[in-house]
């Protein structure tokens, strides 16, 4: 079991009580989905290992050959469709077994983690020349361990838990990375990284200061939170100052963001060969008391455009200019867009035209960043192929190019508009620092 195996299985965790226990089939359905995959012509498939199908009690001691099994399948029918595989570590099913010994709270977990990676590389790593450590350490740290509505679910600590996970999920990334680049690096040839995921922020107000400051803040407590470790050594001043003083106002003797040793900030500086990142949406924000992590509300402007996810608004043009406070705030790093995309629920309707307006939008934006204003990227990945278990939303949100079928004992795959070849495919990007890609609108 991992995590939300157990928090799937807990009533009223999960919309209409779904679970993942077959989801997508995607176990069973190796051939099929690699076949789509050549349909829709993409250079790159990204999926996550699950930590607990490989290593059941999330150690060594015991190796599931099986589980190990189907991942070589999936990577070696990739590679036979030219299709490289891009490996997430880690996309939030820890274990069972470490939850019931205080999982990424428990400072034990940076060992187990390594260990775990260091076993993956091991078995994989010549077939795998892209690697991601933690996706969404942010959603980790704060869906499952300050709001509790992903697992693990816990929400009685929410000014202090967060931070002892996060800061272990950043120690944990590092001694994953330090793994490869010492031990594996110069006979498998891949790159590594963790990729953080952010929502941009505006002011509410353009006309006032303390607008903007809060506006910098939310980003400082999103995106910085653990890109600014990865790529300058330690938490950002923003996040120190602003913490410190709700603890210390709080009766506190310290602050409740942990601080790293200066061994720990050596071991953490520069873990990353590109900045994976992930993004969707736009807030606007506004300053509220120190009732939250960072003192700043957010609301959304009432023209932007929905998706089937309440959170998600349309709002392209916050994708260039956080890929230029990328570029600013971090050196111009490489970047790989790991996630994008745009959802639907209700009603099936596979004319949906919203999400190829959706990805025109964005891909522009992201087109206007890397030509006219020089931000290194590198490659970009959709958000999904196909509609899968989407956490607490289960399967009644939809993301993917494909609509799953799961009135369909075959639990058929079947290409939305958005998912199909058009007579004129449109070439969205490409550069001489990685292969060309094509989407289909």
Known sequence: LSIWDKFAHTHLRISNDDNGDIACDSYNKVEEDVAILKQLKVTHYRFSISWSRVLPDGTTNYINEAGLNYYHRLVDALIAANIQPHVTLYHWDLP?????????????IVTKFRDYADFIFDRLGHKVKFWITINEPYNVAMIGHGYG????????RPGTLPYIVGHNLLKAHAEAWHIYNDKYRAKQNGIISITINSEWSEPRNPYKQEDYDAAIRTIQFYIGWFAHPVYNGDYNDIMKTVIRERSLAAGLSE?????????????IKGTYDYFGFNYYTTVLTFPVDYKNLQGAGSTVDLTWLDSGSGWLK??????RRILNFIKEEYGNPPIIITENGISERGTVDLNDTHRSHYYEKYINQALKAYLLDGVDIRGYTAWSLMDNFEWA???SERFGFFYVNHSDPNISRVAKKSGKKQNNPKRVGHSDKSQDNNTYN
């Open 255 to 267: 602050s409740r963001l942990p601080e790293f040793t200066p061994e720990e900030v050596k071991r």
């Open 149 to 156: 509505v992903g697992a693990p679910g816990i929400s009685f």
């Open 96 to 108: 069972q077994a470490l939850q019931d010994i205080g999982g990424w709270e428990n400072d034990t």
């Open 393 to 395: 939303k289960g399967f």
């Open 314 to 319: 349309v709002t392209p043009f916050g994708f």
